[in-house]
């Protein structure tokens, strides 16, 4: 069965960090009230994650998050008798918990799921918000507070791996991007620890490596790897060690274009 990451609103934690980049959560909060799901779309390491993870804090609901992949069942999401010391029992996946809860369950990379697994989610992702369980012949009306949110990598589509259209416009969908050059800094400080001028070179590094991104690179520089280099490097590691292990190395295998990347480091971190 698919591993899912579930966030007890019970357990005593410090409060998750999120750097808001326009009105993203005033608008989920919009949906959330309305009862409508939301669809996420942006490229890799661009705070997608953590801000539904965010969101699900401030709104105080239990959140289950699935990473979805080839081999995703319906099973995996609406859950499947088991056997045990007393027999046959069912178990809930995670999406019914969180229709029988009120939770918020997260898709993410739903297109990497099977298209025969998506379709279980139409009922929910319109007026009718139920969940019909076909092994057990229930027909679930999903709690006030539950919440459908997916998200996906647009940058990754194509014609096998892609949304129906049938299955998109059941949802209101938000576009996230890398934030701009002074917020991804702030992150950086925050997230990392990092001082001012350590995260003020590292976004102009990646702003730079950015701009590869048509011409070598299939990916580039996501806020998440800035911060592993912020946290490394202030540390006490050598920054141009952490260029390589931390961006250079992580976007391409190609030896030519990791020395490329590497030159472009040593323009900002020159020992």
């Given at each position: 069965m698919t591993a899912v990451n579930i966030k007890s609103v019970d357990s005593p934690k410090e409060s998750l960090y999120y750097q808001e980049q326009a009105n993203e959560v005033a608008l989920f909060d919009y949906a959330y009230q309305h009862q409508l799901p939301v669809l996420i779309k942006g490229p890799t390491g661009c705070g997608k994650t953590r801000f539904v993870a965010h969101m699900a804090e401030k709104l105080n609901k239990p959140l289950y998050?699935?990473?979805?992949?080839?081999?995703?069942?319906?099973?995996?999401?609406?859950?499947?008798?088991?056997?045990?010391?007393?027999?046959?029992?069912?178990?809930?996946?995670?999406?019914?918990?969180?229709?029988?809860?009120?939770?918020?369950?997260y898709l993410d990379e739903v297109v990497e799921a099977r298209k025969d697994t998506t379709v279980v989610l139409h009922p929910l992702a319109d007026d009718r918000r139920v969940?019909?369980?076909?092994?057990?012949?229930?027909?679930?009306?999903?709690?006030?507070?539950?919440?459908?949110?997916?998200?996906?990598?647009?940058?990754?589509?194509?014609?096998?791996?892609?949304?129906?259209?049938?299955?998109?416009?059941?949802?209101?969908?938000?576009?996230?991007?890398?934030?701009?050059?002074?917020?991804?800094?702030?992150?950086l400080i925050k997230e990392a620890g990092a001082d001012s001028h350590l995260a003020f070179k590292l976004v102009e590094l990646a702003q730079a490596l950015r701009r590869l991104e048509q011409n070598d690179l299939d990916e580039v520089a996501s806020t998440r790897l800035l911060i592993y280099a912020a946290r490394m490097i202030s540390s006490g590691m050598k920054p141009l060690e952490?260029?390589?292990?931390?961006?250079?190395?992580?976007?391409?295998?190609?030896?030519?274009?990791?020395?490329?990347?590497?030159?472009?480091?040593k323009i900002y971190f020159d020992e």
């Open positions: 998050t699935v990473a979805c992949h080839d081999d995703l069942t319906a099973a995996d999401l609406v859950g499947r008798h088991l056997i045990g010391p007393e027999g046959t029992y069912w178990q809930d996946g995670p999406l019914t918990r969180a229709v029988r809860e009120g939770g918020i369950c969940l019909p369980l076909e092994r057990t012949g229930e027909i679930l009306e999903a709690a006030p507070g539950f919440m459908l949110v997916v998200s996906y990598n647009p940058g990754y589509q194509n014609l096998l791996k892609g949304m129906k259209p049938s299955t998109r416009q059941r949802f209101v969908a938000l576009r996230f991007d890398y934030p701009d050059a002074k917020v991804e800094q702030e992150i952490v260029c390589r292990c931390c961006l250079a190395e992580p976007l391409s295998d190609d030896p030519q274009t990791v020395a490329a990347l590497m030159d472009v480091a």
